[in-house]
């Protein structure tokens, strides 16, 4: 069974790059716009990793707040069927050495990236590689 991703950012540019990438590691995915699509996902599916933009609207048409990004590393953390999903947090305020990254990492995510992305297939083998694939 292919490794599947959750790919949850409010961009459909960067959500398309994440696509292509997640698609070239020959790995299947779902891919929403708000934190209201991916808890729906979140509840029908298992996923491998999932990548969470930090700034995200709670629901389509809202505004982007990083408070919501956070809320939503939460509840993944605490989900019955996704809490060993590994977590790649973005954000364009992340920096070289990004406290705010660092804060997300504290929060349950195995990893941060800024965007735009500098070596996005790099942090995603690195990511995988670092953590082994959950078990079924």
Known sequence: MKPLALIVDDNLRVRETLEDRVAELEHDFHSVGSQSEAC??????????????????????KPPRAEVGRELLRQIKEHPRNRAA?????SAHFGPDS????????????????KPFDDLHGAI????????KREE
């Open 40 to 61: 729906k996902y979140l509840h029908l599916h298992t996923y491998d990793y999932i990548f969470l933009d930090l700034e995200l609207p709670a629901r389509s048409g």
């Open 86 to 90: 590994l977590v790649l947090s973005m």
């Open 125 to 132: 083998r690195g990511m995988l590689a670092r953590h082994p």
């Open 99 to 114: 406290e705010l990254g660092d804060e997300m990492v504290e929060f349950g995510a195995v990893a941060w990236i800024g």
